[in-house]
């Protein structure tokens, strides 16, 4: 009914924005961390005649738990995405792993 099509439509209007809004939130922060990232190298690495290896172990551990956390929320809200408005992989939308034809 015309009803349920305008729900599901606002639904998946606002379920993609969501998305969009995280990913750019996530692009903004992954460059704010690329920028932290560089400085650390440059300062326990490259500028330091003693390399402060645990110091920069400890920064690149910290960035990437940040940035694995930040992936997976954004995967989860796009495989959620999925799940409620698109057709399983298969492509005949019965989710049995075939796509719908005949057996050779």
């Known amino acids: 009914d015309a009803d349920e099509d305008l729900e599901l439509s606002e639904t998946l209007i606002s379920d993609i924005a969501d998305i ?3 990913h750019r939130q996530q ?3 992954f460059m704010q961390l690329l920028q932290q990232e560089m ?3 440059e300062t326990c690495i490259d500028e330091s005649d003693e390399p402060r290896i645990e110091q920069y172990v ?3 551990d910290r960035v990437l738990d ?3 956390t930040a992936s997976t929320q954004l995967q989860r809200m796009v495989a959620a995405f999925k799940a409620n408005h ?3 992989a298969d492509g005949d939308g019965d989710g ?3 796509d719908g034809g ?3």
């Open 96 to 98: 049995d792993g075939d």
């Open 102 to 104: 005949a057996e050779r």
């Open 58 to 60: 400890e920064s690149l």
């Open 66 to 68: 940040i940035k694995v």
């Open 27 to 29: 692009i903004d922060e």
């Open 20 to 22: 969009v809004a995280l």
């Open 86 to 88: 698109m057709l399983p």
């Open 39 to 41: 400085e650390v190298l």
